[in-house]
């Protein structure tokens, strides 16, 4: 008897996650991805994923797992997840370039009785609609009647120890309650537990609204910030004092801004899809406002920073710490520390950062100096910026840092300490 065989569409933090755990519970598991370097380096054992160590990837291998580029491959799985990514272009409108060329690929090798699942995040119709389309034109199958067709939303949370891909409840949900039944028998080999939705529309639907919640939120408690440094409230003790309601309360921390592959990013696809529908989402807009404006706060903010040691920002050296969009990943998509180095250049500082995540970093495509002695830099800065509170920042070193230190984090206490 033949095993079943996986093939997983794009292998970025979302499919190769997905593409080991699918190996490990005995799937017959295909990797295929457009990019050479990415398949030369898993077929030689290297991952590029933070959460999936090499060691995985060669136990992946030694089970049979294969990388490729060929779009062949895809042509004798059982099933095919796609994973690819679905950004904001150059004007910051969505981005499915990645997912119309997926399903296009896919739906050239597809073969009646496959399942086809996707689990990029789009707006709410992206599966029932344009996917289904295109795969029915490249194959001539017709879905939930040759070939089953299901939306799955990624949920991974790069760095995050305690949830990953097996312990994190999977929604999952399909185009005909038949295509609902095949990837729940999917997804049940893989995670601990399965949310079943009542249609993709709402799979997709609640995905978006995940991390709309944190983005509205997010941008709610960084207004509140603002609000109590007019006042003369310590905002970090109100979010404290907050914070320890059992009940009816999420606790969110103000910051640079947001960054990462989602929470920037998949509101804008709500509110794009939600205006050709002719619907305006008013806490929308309203939070992008306030979000948007975050670099420049931190720039203002180092600008009064430094005024008070008797120092303009023009000539000053100022050091970035962390630059990834969230502590202890190397990820820097979306990332606020870019436009915060964009404007303290535009503002005449000398910016260096220090990462020891991110090997290169280059503001509108202008590498910045990266150092990689935290005290030497600190000792030749007229003020460091604490952008991403990366566990290799010790509050107290920080503190008793030689200049003066911005804490976007609210991590660190002392004289010479100015928090966000």
Request: aromatic share 6%; with cysteine.
């Amino acid at each position: 008897m033949s095993r079943e065989v996986l093939a997983v569409v794009g292998l970025g933090y979302v499919g190769l996650p997905l593409a080991a755990r699918a190996s490990e519970v005995g799937l017959v598991t295909v990797g295929f991805d457009v990019s050479a370097t990415v398949v030369a380096g898993l077929n030689a054992g290297r991952s590029h994923v933070g959460d999936v160590p090499d060691a995985t990837v060669a136990a992946m291998l030694s089970r049979g797992f294969a990388a490729t580029g060929d779009p062949g491959a895809l042509a004798g799985c059982d099933t095919v997840v796609i994973c690819v990514p679905t950004g904001l272009d150059g004007a910051g409108e969505p981005d499915l370039t990645a997912l119309r060329a997926a399903g296009h690929t896919v739906g050239g090798h597809l073969r009646p009785g496959t399942l086809v699942v996707l689990e990029s995040t789009s707006h709410p119709g992206t599966t029932d609609t344009l996917l289904r389309e295109i795969l029915e034109k490249e194959s001539g199958l017709r879905a939930g009647d040759d070939f089953h067709l299901a939306y799955s939303p990624e949920r991974i949370d790069p760095g995050n120890p305690h949830y990953t891909l097996r312990n994190t409840p999977k929604i999952v949900s399909g185009y005909t309650p038949l295509c609902l039944k095949h990837a729940t028998a999917l997804y049940q080999r893989l995670v601990d537990r399965v949310v079943l939705s009542a249609g993709t529309r709402e799979a997709e639907m609640a995905k978006l609204l995940e991390n709309t919640h944190r983005y509205v939120n997010i941008a709610l408690v960084n207004e509140v910030a603002r609000y109590c440094e007019r006042a003369g409230i310590d905002v970090w003790d109100v979010l404290h004092c907050a914070g320890t309601k059992p009940f009816g309360y999420t606790a969110f921390q103000p910051g640079p801004g947001v960054g990462g592959h989602c929470v920037p990013v998949d509101p804008r696809y709500l509110d794009v899809h939600a205006a050709e529908q002719g619907f305006t989402f008013e806490l929308l807009a309203a939070a992008r406002r306030v979000i948007s404006g975050m670099p420049s706060r931190v720039v203002e903010r180092a600008a009064v920073v430094l005024r008070r040691e008797g120092r303009e920002l023009a000539g000053s050296r100022v050091l970035l710490l962390g630059v990834s969009y969230k502590p202890d990943v190397a990820d820097v998509r979306e990332s606020p520390a870019f436009p915060v180095a964009t404007l303290l250049r535009a503002a005449g500082a000398e910016v260096t950062y220090h990462d020891p995540l991110v090997p290169a970093f280059a503001p509108e495509g202008v590498p910045m100096t990266r150092e990689t002695d935290l005290t030497d830099a600190l000792g030749r800065a007229e003020l460091a910026i604490l952008l991403q509170d990366h566990a290799c920042y010790p509050a107290r070193q920080l503190a008793q840092a030689p200049c003066a230190l911005l804490d976007t984090r609210g991590k660190t206490a002392g004289a010479r300490v100015t928090l966000l």
